[in-house]
Every structure is written in C-alpha cells, then in structure tokens.
C-alpha cells in the first residue's frame, strides 16, 4: 500500500477513535475540553480555566492539569483503533494557571509495541508559556477495538 495511502487509512481510523471515543467521556466534556486536532499518535486539545477549577491559591487546580493531559493522552493511545488504558503517569507542574486563561495540551506517541505505549504531553497557555508536562504509559487491549470500530 503508498505511504500517502496507509496516511490516510491511519487518520481515517484516528477519526473513528475520536468520535468513539469523545461520545461516552462525559468527563472531559465537562470540563470544557476542546479536541482541536486528533491523528495517528497525537492529540491537541484545548481548555478556558473556569472559576470552578481553582484551588484555594485562586490557579487551576493540579488535578484538573492531570485530567487534561491524560484526557490528550487517551486520545492520542486510542488513535490507533484499539483500545489504550493508561497504568502510570508522572505529572510535573511549571506554573500556575489563572482564571480565564486558554490553555492547550498537546500529547504525543514515543514508543508504541503491540501490548504498551509511551506518551509526552505538555500544557502550555496561548502565548506559549509551559504550564506543565506529563508523561504517560499506557496497556494495549490487543484485540479490543475503541467503541467497536
């Protein structure tokens, strides 16, 4: 099969994962999150930091920011078609977040076997400034298509 082909397919199933996917996580929607770009091993996403997000020092609350990155994670491990659960993440936070800030988060396929895979994501706001950065493992469920596709 031409790569541009074997693209296409890879995407055509990045899409199918999504939409699988995005219909029952009921979670993210939620929160507000945005899916701006899923493809093959990649998810961007977007999020407004609302009032009810932040702690007591008045910033997002750390929890949320791991939400949110493994949220881009899970479409990212998902991407492929079959299903993807994560079973660690390590989450490093730079800086705070405010009320009313636009932040992205950006996750991206490292290594991926046929049973595991290994995932960066970064959060940053809109004017590029790094929030956080996680990275993330996830099981493959060989066999188990996302949402039946």
């Known amino acids: 099969m031409p ?10 199933t990045a899409d199918r994962a999504r939409e699988a996917l995005w219909r ?10 945005r899916l701006i770009e899923v493809g093959p091993g990649y998810c961007r996403a977007e999020m ?20 949110f990155a493994d949220t881009a994670m899970a479409f990212a491990s998902n991407s492929h078609g079959e299903m993807a659960v994560a079973t660690s993440l ?15 988060t950006e996750a991206r396929e490292i290594s991926r076997t046929r049973r595991t895979g290994l ?16 990275r993330g493992r ?12």
């Open 48 to 67: 407004v930091v609302r009032r009810d997000m932040l702690n007591g020092f008045a910033i997002i609350h750390g929890g949320l920011l791991t939400t």
């Open 24 to 33: 029952h996580d009921h979670a993210s929607q939620a929160l507000g999150i």
């Open 3 to 12: 790569a541009d082909i074997a693209q296409e397919t890879s995407q055509a």
């Open 90 to 104: 390590g989450m490093d936070f730079v800086t705070s977040a405010r009320e009313g800030e636009l932040l992205t």
């Open 138 to 149: 996830v099981q493959r469920l060989v066999g188990k298509p996302v949402g039946g596709i």
């Open 119 to 134: 995932y960066d994501a970064t959060i940053t706001t809109g004017d590029g400034k790094l929030i956080a950065m996680m």
